[in-house]
């Protein structure tokens, strides 16, 4: 009887491990799928995030396109691209979405113009080459450069997809007077140009520094974690931040007047699409203007915005302005880039694209998409 007692305790013992065994496989196979039910249906709400922030897209696309073929030649602040933040309701989640004028912001990669880093023993004079003259009156007669329906000229080329050794120089001179107009602490005229060499360096295609303020490999071979010099275009504002001499404060202070044109140099700036509550930028591009000049300037434009390159230039406003005849060849009255954050969200899921269109013949195009927040 002992013995058979003894054999039954075993047996218990064996069947309760069996069972708890039993449950805890049950318990975790329970628990592997519901967490694979849960993150397949996160991958679905991601999804439908993200399809929702494509609609969007074809959405604003439809709608540039729409001014675009209303007025071809201007582009201002008073069309419906230019609305603002817009949100639309949809079940489970929402759309958000707002369209910038990338013409509107100081394009970094204007500062590496090949022919700039080709010449940089040799300095242009301030004077306009003949056929830059002749551009410019052809872009006054037209009321801008670009964004026509016609093939795009020799000119518009150029604008797009590249600069002049000049819109180089001009580039450099107004991020220079942007980082000084910012007035972060410890920024001065000497560190200001110390950022601009740095990011011109950067830009360029050569192992040559362009003055004591610059940097290249060697100087970013030597530091703690080394890397080397991009020598080509920034895809992403944020690069600054591995680049000499540019500090966080700076970056931060800087963001919200500088943007980056998928590889292209252009610079040309839309007077009409300026942010009139922020003279800095303008100021900037008129040689550090005084903020009175700048905000007269963005208050005189009508509401439809300047339908000539000449109304602008006939300002009164920028007659006390110095070189304004040099410095009035960055601007023009219409836009080819333009920057569209879409942020969606769906049963707890979140999405952010950035969709950068180009105005090409007769249509837009993304030239280029990123996701999630900058």
Known sequence: MIRLSKQQGVALVIVLLVIAMTTIIATQMSGTLMFQQQRTENLESNQQAYWYAMGAEAFAKSVLYADFQENKKVTHLGQRWALGETRFPVDLGEISGEIFDLQACLNLNALGNEETANNNSSVESPGAKPEDEAREGADESAGGSGGGASEPSDADSDRRTGGSKKNSELAKGALKELIISLEVDGIGNFEAESMVDALVDWLDEDNSIVSAGGAEDDD??????????????????????????????????LKPYVCVLPNSDMHKININTL??????????????????????????????????????????ELANVKNIN??????????????????????????TLNSTFMVTKDELVVVNRSIGAH
């Open 220 to 253: 970013y071979a030597s530091k703690e974690y080394p890397y080397l010099a991009a020598n080509s275009k920034l895809a992403s504002v944020n690069e600054l931040r591995i680049i000499e001499h540019f500090t966080p404060q700076v970056i931060i202070a």
């Open 275 to 316: 942010d009139p509550e922020d003279t800095k930028l303008l100021q900037a591009l008129l040689g550090g203007a005084d903020e009175g000049t700048a905000q007269d300037i963005l208050s005189a434009r009508p509401e439809e915005g300047f339908e000539t390159i000449g109304a602008f230039s006939s300002l009164p």
């Open 326 to 351: 040099q410095l009035k060849q960055q601007f023009v009255i219409d836009s080819d880039y333009f920057k569209l954050t879409t942020k969606t969200s769906f049963n707890g899921s979140y999405f």
